[in-house]
């Protein structure tokens, strides 16, 4: 029996549910932190040139962190 066959015919899922946790969050920070490198960059930009965007800067720089909590929410509501 290979490995393949065995774990497709196991009862059991393949990633224990902690661990899935704990990886669904885990990428949703990478991928909220991958977005904000580019955003922080461009806003910090935009505020350097013109005073008034802070307002904007902040909300956008900060919009991808809802990913995360998004993903706090989803684990601990299933």
């Avoid at 902690?18 to 991928?31: K, Q």
């Avoid at 965007?53 to 956008?60: A, H, N």
């Avoid at 962190?65 to 684990?75: G, K, N, Q, S, W």
């Amino acid at each position: 029996m290979t490995f393949a066959t065995f774990v497709l015919q196991s009862s059991e899922p393949a990633i224990p549910p902690t661990a899935a946790a704990a990886l669904a969050v885990g990428l949703a920070a990478f991928g909220a932190g991958y977005a904000e490198r580019g955003i922080g960059a461009a806003a910090v930009g935009a505020i350097a040139e013109d005073d008034d965007m802070f307002g904007r800067g902040l909300i956008l720089t900060v919009l991808p962190e809802t990913l995360v909590i998004l993903a706090l929410v989803v684990i601990f509501v299933v």
